[in-house]
């Protein structure tokens, strides 16, 4: 069985300030590792995604997450966010033909 | 960019009645898949769909669901009989060749029953 636990409910942060939000996951085999976004009202759109290869990953709206296998992380970071940024995010992964997602986050974003 | 659509966005239902969500896939996307997300709560994996059947299912996806290719292009969800507890977004998601792609999902469908 796998299981994603985003640490974090709620994460308030002013304007052009960096932001980090923790996930970390537990599976028996290897997976892929999704961060998706959810504005209001909207459904679900990727981020970015591990697949494998470089442990670094960058997506867009200059978002970056890195996954760290031996802590079974994959937090997402951005260096300076802007109210726009603010929305629910999901991390998810995915084996066996199913994703699994986390609790979210809401992201706050304020002037 | 090809996008995933859902049809309706907003559907209103009597409990008991029978419901069918429609999703249009990405058109060379092999693999499908329903999710449910209760208000307020995690996005919910219902079941994956691949070479017309069911690939995987989760508890959630019980007698009353039911997932179906009628054609080319479509993708439904049908609800037999609508519980007050269904009320919930329907999210459709495709993705391509391989399980390892990422799903691309679409707008959902907002499903009341009353």
């Known amino acids: 069985a796998q299981s994603v636990t985003q640490l974090d409910s709620q994460v308030p942060v002013f304007e052009e300030a960096p932001v980090e939000l923790r996930c970390n996951y537990s599976?028996?085999?290897?997976?892929?590792l999704f961060w998706y976004v959810q504005y209001p009202n909207q459904g679900l759109q990727l981020l970015l995604k591990?697949?494998?290869?470089?442990?670094l990953v960058k997506g867009i709206n200059g978002f970056e997450a890195e996954f760290n296998k031996s802590q079974t992380s994959f937090h997402l970071r951005k260096p300076s966010v802007h109210i726009s940024d603010t929305a629910e995010y999901f991390c998810?992964?995915?084996?066996?033909?199913?994703?699994?997602f986390g609790d979210g986050t809401t992201l706050t974003v304020k002037p | 960019e090809p996008e995933v659509t859902q049809t309706p966005s907003h559907q209103v239902t009597q409990m008991g009645q029978e419901v069918i969500l429609r999703c249009v896939p990405i058109?060379?996307?092999?693999?499908f898949y329903w999710y449910r997300q209760i208000l307020g709560q995690k996005v919910e994996f219902l079941v994956s769909f691949y070479n017309n059947e069911i690939s995987e299912k989760s508890e959630i996806f019980d007698d009353q669901f039911s997932v179906e290719r009628p054609d080319g292009s479509n993708f439904t969800l049908k609800i037999r009989s609508t519980k007050l507890e269904d009320s919930a977004m329907y999210f459709c998601a495709s993705s391509e060749v391989s399980w390892n792609q990422p799903q691309h999902f679409g707008d959902g469908t907002r499903l009341s029953i009353l």
């Open positions: 599976s028996s085999v290897s997976v892929y």
């Open positions: 591990y697949l494998s290869g470089s442990t």
């Open positions: 998810a992964v995915f084996n066996a033909g199913k994703s699994t």
């Open positions: 058109s060379n996307h092999l693999y």
